[in-house]
T-cell receptor
Framework: DSGVTQTPKHLITATGQRVTLRCSPR?????VYWYQQSLDQGLQFLIQ???????AKGNILERFSAQQFPDLHSELNLSSLELGDSALYFC?????????????FGPGTRLTVL | GIQVEQSPPDLILQEGANSTLRCNFS?????LQWFHQNPWGQLINLFY???GTKQNGRLSATTVATERYSLLYISSSQTTDSGVYFC??????????FGAGTRLFVKA
């Protein structure tokens, strides 16, 4: 158990809908990362937050947004969902997120868009 | 952007055998990590190793940053080692780039 929690574990929804994925980092970790894992794209970095502020942005679509709250939990919002958004979404956390520490991954949320 | 290449893409071992997985990266990095994704999908951190050598039980890793590669050694493999092994690097822009992974199957 990494100490990172993600909810829900599974999510099934329809095209055009909007969903919210939630992540709670390990106790004491200030940085949260979001990743998407799909069969054709592999593991892709989406976005990183550090202590409530966006630090780095990767291959995140404009239909997706994220935020980190004062209690350090984070939410990833996916809107206008398409079939191709079906994937495993991981959250990870680290102590400082300055590029020099270990990332610990949550169990993931499996999103299926029908 | 930085390219991360892992080899081999697939590996089948008999239980008890040793193996070496390789990760090449095309530019200097601030951070390099090795992860194991088990058959249930969980990503587990194995090593944080931007340079040098580390060992943890039957696993060890070496990163030669000046030559832009890292190696993961698995000795006396067990069926529970099966899964996908990923190398991930962090660039100066705080972005983490994953390789495509090496899929390992250990036969009993």
């Amino acid at each position: 158990d990494s100490g990172v929690t993600q909810t829900p574990k599974h999510l099934i929804t329809a095209t055009g809908q909007r969903v919210t994925l939630r992540c709670s980092p390990r106790s004491g970790d200030l940085s949260v990362y979001w990743y998407q894992q799909s069969l054709d794209q592999g593991l892709q970095f989406l976005i990183q937050y550090y202590n409530g502020e966006e630090r780095a942005k990767g291959n995140i679509l404009e239909r997706f947004s994220a935020q980190q709250f004062p209690d350090l939990h984070s939410e990833l919002n996916l809107s206008s969902l398409e079939l191709g958004d079906s994937a495993l979404y991981f959250c990870a956390s680290s102590t400082s997120g300055g590029g020099t520490d270990t990332q610990y991954f949550g169990p993931g949320t499996r999103l299926t868009v029908l | 952007g930085i390219q991360v290449e892992q080899s081999p893409p697939d590996l089948i071992l008999q239980e008890g055998a040793n193996s070496t997985l390789r990760c090449n990266f095309s530019d200097s990095v601030n951070n390099l990590q090795w992860f194991h994704q088990n058959p249930w999908g969980q990503l587990i951190n194995l090593f944080y190793i931007p340079s040098g050598t580390k060992q943890n039980g039957r696993l060890s890793a070496t990163t030669v940053a000046t030559e832009r590669y890292s190696l993961l050694y698995i000795s006396s493999s067990q069926t529970t080692d099966s899964g996908v092994y990923f190398c991930a690097v962090e660039t100066g822009g705080f972005k983490t780039i994953f390789g495509a992974g090496t899929r390992l199957f250990v036969k009993a």
